[in-house]
């Protein structure tokens, strides 16, 4: 079986991720990612990503952010942690709050991938009706069963193991 880069630079280890959260006028910024691991569907999470040995959170939130948006962001409070178990993959992910301070919004990429093997597919504002649309597989755990974008902002320590 074909196993891509991307799998290999990602699957059997323990990542801890940045993540933010980024509201505009009542709509939450989301990225779809192509299917990967064991989501076959694709997937629409929050912009972030791994951090990098001796990077601080500020400073890995807003790389992220450049890379997959194109937004230089600011960021704010902490909101909550996640931990995604979906072996292989396996991440703690820090969620933040940001705002936009420049940039233009575009369709980023993950350097640490090669040009042909890119996980991300667009990248987009989506209401909360637009987002509970969306099929519960294609949904990061974090944004299943929101009554309100608000929900992001108390939501504590979460967990998803399968």
Known sequence: MHTSSAELHYSGKLRVRVCGVCQQANQ?????????????????????????????????????????TGLQVKVGSFLFVHEFISLPLHALELFFAVT???????????PELEPHNQLIA?????????????????????????????????????????
């Open 28 to 68: 939450l910024l989301l990225i779809r990612h192509k299917p990967f691991a064991q989501n076959k569907s694709g997937l629409w999470s929050m912009p972030g990503g791994g951090l990098h040995y001796g990077e601080t959170l500020e400073l890995g939130l807003e790389r992220e952010f450049k890379e997959e």
């Open 122 to 162: 667009e990248v987009a504002f989506k209401s909360l009706p637009d987002i509970q649309e969306l099929p519960p597989d294609q949904l990061h755990q974090v944004l299943q069963g929101l009554h309100s974008l608000d929900d992001l902002y108390r939501k504590g320590f979460s967990s998803c193991i399968p």
């Open 100 to 110: 936009i301070t420049g940039g233009e919004l575009t369709t980023g990429f993950d």
